[in-house]
């Protein structure tokens, strides 16, 4: 499902592919897979409350792939609107939650993050900016959530 996924990111997916991607189940056994699933959920612009909605159900996943994956999902389609719990995913992740793979997307899940993270300008509240300043992860470019106000 990996590769198909990501070209569905470039080409709308229809009311059953869309079910499809949903369906995936978010367990350890299907984890890159659901990852997979995610980030083309992030790319999609069809039935973003359900899809928003079953990212968010993700952010309490077992595997924090999925996990991870999730946040990015929602990062990229929400912006400065993200769940405070998306934003505890993305900031307090550990370097290994990014060793999985994801089959079909030629980005590691490091890379992903990153991209989320810049996509976040800067909220005003005080534990966004702490979130950010204490994220000392090897993939966090310095500056790239510190941007404008």
């Not at 590691?108 to 810049?118: E, I, K, N």
């Amino acid at each position: 499902m990996g590769y198909a996924a990501e070209l569905l990111a470039w080409f709308a997916p229809d009311e059953a592919a869309l079910a499809g991607l949903m369906a995936v189940p978010g367990d350890a056994a299907r984890a890159a897979t659901r990852a997979s699933a995610n980030l083309t959920l992030a790319h999609c612009p069809v039935g973003s409350e359900r899809v928003d909605a079953r990212l968010r159900e993700l952010l309490s996943a077992n595997a924090a792939v999925v996990r991870v994956t999730a946040a990015v999902g929602l990062a990229y389609r929400l912006g400065d609107q993200l769940p405070d719990l998306a934003l505890d995913v993305l900031t307090d992740a550990r370097s290994s939650d990014f060793d999985a793979e994801v089959p079909g997307w030629d980005r590691s899940v490091r890379g992903f993050v990153a991209l989320a993270r810049s996509r976040l300008t800067c909220r005003r509240d005080t534990r966004f900016s702490k979130a950010v300043a204490s994220a000392r992860t090897p993939f966090f470019y310095h500056g790239v959530c510190a941007v404008s106000r």
